[in-house]
Structure formats: C-alpha cells, structure tokens
Nanobody, 119 residues
Framework: VQLVESGGGLVQAGGSLRLSCAAS????????MAWFRQAPGKQRELVAD????????NYADSVKGRFTISRDNGKNTMYLQMNSLKPEDAAVYYC?????????????WGQGTQVTVSS
C-alpha cells in the first residue's frame, strides 16, 4: 500500500485548501482512511476519518463545520476540503489508511504535506 498526499501550501487565514491522498496497492482491503496533522512540538492528532464502504465520517471538534472529508473509491483517492483556515490549522497533514489483513488491521501512512496559514 502506498499513500501520496498533495495539495498543501501557503494560504492566508480565512482561505481554503483541498488536500488529496492517492492510494495504490491493496486498496480493496481498506477499512477506513483518515487525515492526521502534526504541528511543531505537538503530538499527531486525528483531523477526520471516513469509512471506505459506507462513507461514515468523524471530525475533530476543532475542525467541525470547516473541514470536509470525502473519498472517491473509483479513483482510490481521499480528499480534505479545508475552509476558513486558521493559523492554528498549520501543520503537516498526513494521510492514513486502516487496512484489513485477515485477523488484524495494519495502518499505513503517507509522507505528509505541509499546510501553512498566515495571519
């Protein structure tokens, strides 16, 4: 499994960005996908996740109403639409996939994409 993020960059506060995560490999065994982020000096935190089969979503309280996670199973791609960005949203954003491997799950990570928000 490989996960490749794109779409990060520099944006002014109040602006928008859309992140993409392209997946390849054994995508049929994906259970769910997620976006995490990590700011300097802070722990990595869950931003949002989505089940692959039913599209059930979950968001961190800090991004509810501003961010939208979605996926296109035909393209094996997950997205994160980020609106009304705040300086505190600045971080490296990572794509994550939870993959069913028989009796257990395995987690895969992308390399991350930097999001910078200027005030």
């Amino acid at each position: 499994v490989q996960l490749v993020e794109s779409g990060g960059g520099l944006v002014q506060a109040g602006g928008s960005l859309r992140l993409s995560c392209a997946a390849s490999g054994n995508t049929v065994s994906f259970n769910s996908m997620a976006w995490f982020r990590q700011a300097p000096g802070k722990q990595r935190e869950l931003v949002a996740d989505i089940t692959v089969s039913g599209g059930t979503t979950n968001y961190a309280d800090s991004v509810k109403g501003r961010f939208t996670i979605s996926r296109d199973n035909g393209k094996n791609t997950m997205y994160l639409q980020m609106n009304s960005l705040k300086p505190e949203d600045a971080a490296v954003y990572y794509c994550n996939a939870k993959v069913h491997t028989g009796l257990a799950f395995r987690y895969y990570w992308g390399q991350g994409t930097q999001v910078t928000v200027s005030s």
